[in-house]
């Protein structure tokens, strides 16, 4: 015991963090319930934006509970989560682009009130969340994946907001499809952001990683 608190253990596990714990189930039932409004109120408005609102926080919902399971993990699956996670963000923008295509061709004209009241209540919600993590923006992969994930909702939805101003102003589907695209876009940059994050540890700590990986393999033996 006095020695890992030394530093002398080298099993890679991070310590666990109580108030980072308690942050990230805030997050998640935070998220949870944003997602069914936000789903709601995208089917019921026609919005692409709105609705690539929604997955974005069905998306954190699920990133925050993964994050939850490997927390007090080994250093070398944190990282691995990481990757995973960064994947399915740039999945995320792939699917919100594809939306936004296919709102275009269909000519789609959103309902604006509808988008700019969930939009501002979304804003809130997200606007807390980052605030509570911004303490962790600069942790390891999992931390900042987490982070970033808070970080654009944010900015999506005040783009959101943006959007419904224009959809009333113009009465066209055209500032829906766009702000759509943004959001796809920081989706796909916050991927790519992620895993370059993750494979850097993967890469700095490999003997590190690989010495764990041999002890538990011979844990696992000797059991």
Not at 101 to 124: D, E, K, R, Y
Not at 180 to 189: D, Q, Y
Request: one cysteine or more.
């Amino acid at each position: 015991m006095s020695a890992c608190c030394s530093g002398g253990c080298s099993s890679g596990k991070p310590p666990v963090d109580g108030k980072y714990r308690r942050i990230l189930w805030i997050a998640l039932f935070v998220n949870a319930i944003m997602f069914a409004i936000e789903l709601y109120g995208g089917i019921s408005s026609g919005s692409v934006s709105l609705l690539a609102d929604a997955v974005d926080f069905f998306g954190d919902a699920a990133n925050y509970g993964v994050s939850l399971f490997v927390l007090a993990l080994a250093s070398l699956w944190r990282s691995r989560t990481a990757l995973l996670k960064g994947a399915m963000m740039g999945a995320y923008g792939i699917f919100v682009l594809a939306s936004a295509g296919w709102h275009f061709v269909n000519g789609t004209v959103p309902q604006p009130v509808t988008m700019g009241v969930i939009a501002a209540l979304a804003l809130v919600s997200n606007l807390g969340v980052a605030l509570l993590l911004y303490a962790y923006r600069n942790g390891d992969a999992d931390m900042r994946s987490v982070w970033l994930c808070s970080r654009n909702d944010a900015i999506g939805n005040v783009a959101v907001m943006l959007a419904a101003f224009g959809v009333f102003g113009t009465r066209s589907g055209w500032p829906d499809i766009v702000v759509a695209c943004v959001i796809g876009l920081l989706g796909m940059t916050a991927s790519r952001a992620v895993i370059k994050h993750a494979l850097a540890e993967m890469r700095s700590k490999p003997a590190q990683f690989q010495g764990h990986d041999a002890n538990e393999a011979v844990e696992l033996k000797r059991r």
